[in-house]
């Protein structure tokens, strides 16, 4: 079967940047699957894949504009230094996980105005960066109704039905 629109597909990879740093990689014996046309993965990616098949390989440099975007300026924010902890040593370039409306997201310290002012971006941290991709392709499928029902729910992970039903109650998927 041949990667298409809304076939479940799953894929061993290894990210790299332009300077050759690995910044991501699927764990040894444990793919990353998604349902085509879900939107699960970058664009560039995705498209790129269409058509292949089980033990094809591909490696594909994507474009920031069909990754993560362009660096947006709106989304450097000055904060209150006082939302840091008291104790904590900012420093540019330091990165931290926060609760956003639709789940986990990534604040990058870009710089500290002055002892009460830190800008921070919101931005991806892959924003403006292409991307290089090492893909193996390990499985190619029509999706299972669970896969199906989960997208509709909103839910991307592997939770069982009981637990989509409280699907980001929790902090995140189930």
Do not use: W
Not at 24 to 42: A, H, V
């Amino acid at each position: 079967m041949n990667i298409a629109d809304k076939v479940y597909v799953a894929f061993d990879y290894k990210l790299t940047l332009d300077s050759g740093q690995e910044v991501d990689s699927s764990p040894e014996g444990q793919p990353l699957g998604f349902i085509t046309g879900s939107g699960q993965i970058i664009p560039g990616l995705e498209k790129a894949m269409m058509g292949m098949t089980v033990d094809d390989s591909l490696k594909i440099s994507v474009e920031s504009e069909d990754a993560y975007g362009q660096v947006n300026p709106e989304l450097f924010q000055d904060v209150p230094r006082t939302q840091f902890p008291g104790d904590m040593e900012l420093q540019p370039g330091m990165t931290f996980q926060a609760q956003g409306p639709q789940g986990p997201i990534t604040i990058n310290i870009k710089e500290i105005k002055d002892e009460n002012t830190v800008t921070i971006d919101l931005n991806h941290p892959l924003a403006g960066k292409k991307l290089h991709f090492d893909v193996n392709i390990v499985e190619v499928r029509e999706p299972t109704a669970e896969e199906l029902s989960a997208l509709s729910s909103g839910c991307s992970c592997d939770c069982s039905a009981e637990e989509q039903a409280g699907c980001g109650t929790k902090g995140g998927c189930c």
